[in-house]
């Protein structure tokens, strides 16, 4: 305010004062929630600003009376205001600053509190869930066709019979142009790396889909761009795992470099319906701040918006992935004999299901 009259500029005083507006030439009225101090410029704030001439209407009528009704302040005041407030805004600042500490603590035990709450559910929910079952319902729901409604594959040698890739039955089917009844069909892209979940254990493995065959398994570990997790960017990779003990069949690692082999890994398992952790999450390494970054992601688990941002990356479909295993041909994940396969959504996002013949 001192700054304001030293610069020439008209300063007024209103008792009982709240309004946030902007009243310029008369006509140009802005409102909104926004004090106008550089605080509240980094705050939640929201403030409207009329495109139209207001200057004939009541609400600039009374503004005009409002500042009619003000007193016009010098830099005596403001001076004498100063000096009179610097003692006891110190202690005020102090209490606030500790009154702040303390909801900051209430709120973070709170949100402890409900996150391993929520955790510990999905945790029950995971253990109680069989693999076979939850991915024969998920393949059981799906309304998708290929062409006809069971599509079939196998293992076969194609080219000069060096390799095998899972090829149709039929010359009919389409590998990449699923129907459904309602209209909602899906085309996957020729060529594309797609998630795929294998019975009966739920292997996950992302796999190259053609027309007719399916050529090349991409099993690797997904290293992702920076992920905005709760407050901080993070980088993810995910590795598809086989037969673990506790049914796990994907490992999440977040850490604050790319690459970096010091994270907090989270074992999950996918089932085609949902993605349920199955363990406690754990540092892995020797990560800088690992209490920050655990309590970052679990927090973010807490967000269902988050935490499907998660997941959406790590389910994505890839053109071009990196890191394959030695063993990338489809034999190495596939079994021999007749596998069915269907396509279901997660998260919106296309999944093959593909099962033994029972």
């Known amino acids: 305010m001192r700054r304001l009259?030293?610069?020439?500029?008209?300063?007024?005083?209103?008792?009982?004062?709240?309004?946030?507006?902007?009243?310029?030439?008369?006509?140009?009225?802005?409102?909104?929630?926004?004090?106008?101090?550089?605080?509240?410029?980094?705050?939640?704030?929201?403030?409207?600003?009329?495109?139209?001439d207001l200057g004939a209407s009541t609400f600039v009528r009374i503004l005009t009376e409002w500042f009619d009704e003000a007193v016009p302040v010098?830099?005596?005041?403001?001076?004498?205001?100063?000096?009179?407030?610097?003692?006891?805004?110190?202690?005020?600042?102090?209490?606030?600053?500790?009154?702040?500490?303390?909801?900051?603590?209430?709120?973070?035990?709170?949100?402890?509190?409900?996150?391993?709450?929520?955790?510990?559910?999905?945790?029950?929910?995971?253990?109680?869930?069989?693999?076979?079952?939850?991915?024969?319902?998920?393949?059981?729901?799906?309304?998708?066709?290929?062409?006809?409604?069971?599509?079939?594959?196998?293992?076969?040698?194609?080219?000069?019979?060096?390799?095998?890739?899972?090829?149709?039955?039929?010359?009919?089917?389409?590998?990449?142009?699923?129907?459904?009844?309602?209209?909602?069909?899906?085309?996957?892209?020729?060529?594309?790396?797609?998630?795929a979940l294998l019975g009966p254990d739920g292997r996950v493995a992302f796999v190259r889909v053609a027309e007719s065959r399916i050529t090349y398994?991409?099993?690797?570990?997904?290293?992702?761009?920076?992920?905005?997790?709760?407050?901080?960017?993070?980088?993810?990779?995910?590795?598809?795992?086989?037969?673990?003990?506790?049914?796990?069949?994907?490992?999440?690692?977040?850490?604050?470099a790319r690459g970096s082999r010091n994270a907090f890994a989270l074992r999950v398992r996918f089932d085609g319906d949902a993605v349920l952790p199955v363990a406690e999450g754990h540092i892995i390494g020797h990560p800088y701040w690992p209490d920050v970054l655990r309590n970052t992601v679990m927090e973010a688990y807490e967000d269902a918006e988050s935490w499907e941002g998660v997941l959406r990356e790590i389910f994505a479909p890839v053109l071009n992935p990196s890191g394959f295993r030695n063993d990338k041909n489809a034999d190495s994940f596939f079994p021999s004999g007749w596998l069915c396969i269907g396509l279901t959504k997660f998260l919106e996002q296309p999944v093959l299901l593909i099962r033994p013949r029972e």
């Open 5 to 52: 009259i030293s610069s020439g500029i008209e300063v007024r005083s209103l008792p009982r004062l709240h309004a946030k507006v902007l009243l310029v030439d008369g006509w140009q009225v802005t409102l909104g929630s926004q004090n106008f101090t550089g605080y509240a410029r980094r705050s939640r704030e929201t403030s409207l600003a009329a495109d139209t």
């Open 74 to 195: 010098d830099g005596g005041l403001a001076d004498r205001l100063l000096q009179r407030l610097e003692q006891p805004m110190a202690h005020v600042r102090e209490a606030i600053q500790d009154l702040v500490n303390s909801f900051g603590d209430v709120e973070r035990s709170y949100r402890s509190e409900v996150v391993r709450r929520r955790f510990e559910e999905h945790l029950a929910q995971a253990r109680l869930r069989s693999p076979t079952e939850a991915l024969r319902a998920a393949a059981s729901k799906s309304r998708f066709s290929a062409g006809q409604a069971v599509a079939w594959t196998h293992l076969d040698w194609v080219g000069s019979g060096e390799y095998r890739s899972l090829l149709v039955s039929r010359r009919d089917l389409d590998l990449t142009n699923w129907r459904s009844p309602d209209g909602s069909n899906v085309r996957l892209e020729h060529l594309k790396f797609y998630p």
């Open 217 to 256: 398994v991409w099993r690797g570990v997904l290293w992702g761009a920076t992920q905005r997790i709760g407050s901080r960017n993070l980088f993810l990779q995910a590795t598809f795992l086989d037969g673990q003990e506790d049914g796990a069949n994907v490992q999440v690692e977040f850490s604050w």
